[in-house]
């Protein structure tokens, strides 16, 4: 099986704290081999997972919130 990418749009990060913690949560996933977070401050960040299959959207947006942020939008 081929891996596949999720991203996901994430609102209130502002530094590098932020990713680091948002970075963590995702990598902590089953299934997940890569992770990469895009910060915008005063804007909407990226994150690009990367697994060995499709996640549910509830188990991405569940990490997002363990570090304290909220996926706005994506396709998850």
Do not use: Q
């Not at 990598?27 to 960040?45: H, M, Q, R, Y």
Request: hydrophobic residues 45%.
């Amino acid at each position: 099986m081929s891996p596949v990418t999720t991203t996901l749009n994430i609102s209130g990060m502002t530094c590098g704290h932020c990713v680091a913690s948002v970075t963590e949560e995702l990598e902590a996933l089953e299934d997940v081999i890569s992770v990469t977070v895009e910060l915008n401050k005063g804007g909407i960040s990226r994150a690009a997972v990367i697994a060995g299959s499709k996640l549910p959207a509830a188990r991405l947006t569940e990490a997002v919130a363990a570090a304290g942020y909220a996926v706005v939008s994506g396709d998850a």
